[in-house]
């Protein structure tokens, strides 16, 4: 199998050639067909480790920086680290599971029209996005604006709800890089370009320590010092990634602004919606599991532990989202491609591997259930209530290395819309309620908010994915893939240049 130098312009053929063979198996179904089980599935692991290896290097790099400032603020006091938690996984999380969500709208897209080999669209497609999720920005800040009040409001207590309002107003500009670094991402993830994403992201992670480091102990800024640090980390990526783009190293997929991003905005939008609900019902869904034991005695303890536990969980979801990455850009090139049969596999093989993988990791936790959370804090009532914590978080973790995968499925398939009904009824109907009534009305506190939370919503969700997946026609997604790609392409000149020159 070819490999594409995520670095350099040689890149663009290579990555022809890839879709040019099917986008993988199933290009040739004679071939194919003579191929034993374990040459296919070591051919698609090949592929989806491309994406995977990449994506999992440059997620955990940035997840590692909300770890990193909400290290650095713990040390700094609980109240700081309790503020700093909320801000980042609450407020923040908030919008960053929308405009994500929005922004994954360009998988389906920019997947399957690569797979179809109209390159030029996806340039077009990122320039709708970044306008679409620019615009959504101004439509949600004011949860950061008025951030103290709305958490005096959900109950929290007056210090923590205070210090978290200021950290709210100082990572403003972080939510405004959303907009724009989310669509780049996805623009070059979809044909490929994943090295630069790993690259760009560990160094975004050397800017974030330095420059926290400095604001706390060498600067004395406090939590202030410690969320312009996380700003200046963010739009760091988003800069690094456009000259990259721009520079000529997507020379098919990028040739400049034009105004034909402009047109057909409003089916853009319904499209984003739909990705973005999808996707943030689910984010949402954390936030709220870290805020509703604020309503329990000793409240910031509880939520300490909590926020403990949710940034493990997060730090290794970055695994698991970047299988759903890999399955998403493989599933729309297939898809885009016509590969009904590869799709399929794709698909067997990502959930297997990304099911071991979490496995391993519940294992781990279930080791150092007594030690990981000294990561953030050296308090014995917060480590105590994180030990108790632990087996949920382990449970956790297994159950989100199967479901990401499936919603990747789905964003490569185009079933956003679909998939958002879902997420609704499991998480909001299920398992809210059966967390509150097992966390107040049995008395079982945190644990058993989390766990009414977990078996009511998540585990739910996935096995009715695991249900739709198993049962879906492949061959009708492939057509609906086809008319989909027609519909949202402009064929021009350079697109069928591009076609046959590939």
């Not at 070819?2 to 040739?28: F, I, S």
């Not at 919008?95 to 998988?107: I, R, T």
């Not at 974030?208 to 739009?235: A, E, I, P, Q, R």
């Not at 995968?405 to 185009?414: D, E, I, N, W, Y």
Request: hydrophobic share 50%.
């Amino acid at each position: 199998m070819a490999t594409v130098d995520g670095n350099g312009d040689a890149g663009q053929p290579l990555l022809r050639d890839w879709v040019a063979d099917g986008g993988g198996d199933g290009g040739d179904h004679e071939d194919e067909e003579k191929t034993c089980f374990s040459a296919r599935a070591w051919a698609e692991t090949r592929k989806l480790w491309h994406i995977i290896g990449p994506a999992i290097f440059g997620r955990v790099a940035q997840y590692t920086m909300n770890i990193v400032t909400q290290a650095f603020a713990g040390h700094l006091g609980e109240v700081e680290l309790a503020a700093v938690s909320i801000a980042i996984n609450v407020i923040v999380g908030f919008n960053y599971g929308l405009l994500l969500g929005m922004a994954s709208a360009l998988e389906t897209l920019c997947g399957q029209a690569f797979g179809a080999k109209r390159y030029r669209m996806l340039g077009i497609y990122m320039q709708r996005s970044w306008i679409v999720l620019f615009l959504c920005c101004f439509l949600l800040l004011p949860f950061y604006v008025f951030a103290a009040p709305l958490l005096k409001l959900l109950g929290q207590p007056d210090d923590v709800a205070e210090m978290t309002g200021t950290v709210a107003l100082w990572l403003i500009p972080l939510y405004f890089s959303f907009a724009f670094q989310f669509p780049l991402w996805r623009f070059l993830q979809s044909q490929l370009k994943t090295r630069v994403l790993a690259w760009v992201s560990l160094a975004s992670l050397a800017i974030n320590v330095l420059t926290s480091w400095l604001s706390v102990y060498v600067f004395n800024f406090g939590v202030v010092g410690v969320s312009v640090s996380f700003d200046l980390s963010w739009w760091f990526l988003v800069l690094a990634l456009y000259t990259y783009a721009a520079s000529g190293r997507c020379s098919l997929t990028w040739t400049g602004f034009s105004m034909e991003a402009f047109s057909g905005l409003w089916e853009f939008v319904k499209l984003s919606a739909a990705s973005g609900v999808m996707l943030c019902l689910e984010n949402w869904y954390y936030g709220i599991l870290i805020l509703m034991p604020g309503y329990l005695q000793n409240a910031t303890v509880a939520v300490d532990a909590l926020s403990i536990c949710m940034s493990i969980n997060g730090w290794e979801m970055m695994i698991p989202l970047s299988f759903f990455a890999a399955t998403g850009v493989r599933v729309a090139n297939e898809l885009g491609a016509g590969n009904s049969r590869a799709t399929k596999f794709a698909t067997i093989v990502s959930v297997v591997q990304s099911t071991v993988i979490g496995c391993f990791f519940c294992a781990l936790i279930m080791v150092l259930h007594d030690k990981f959370a000294y990561i953030f804090t050296s308090s014995a009532d917060v480590l105590e209530e994180v030990d108790k914590l632990s087996y949920l978080l382990g449970i956790t973790i297994l159950l989100n290395s199967v479901q990401p995968v499936l919603s990747g499925v789905a964003v490569g398939s185009g079933w956003q819309a679909y998939v958002a009904f879902i997420n609704l009824g499991c998480y909001y109907v299920v398992g809210l309620p059966l967390g509150f009534l097992m966390g107040w009305v049995f008395h079982l506190g945190v644990v058993g908010i989390w766990g009414g939370m977990i078996f009511g919503g998540t585990a739910v969700q996935t096995v009715i994915l695991t249900i739709i997946t198993i049962r879906c026609d492949w061959e009708k997604e492939a057509e609906k893939a086809k008319a989909r790609v027609a519909k949202w392409s402009t064929p021009t000149l350079e697109d069928d240049e591009s076609a046959g020159a590939s």
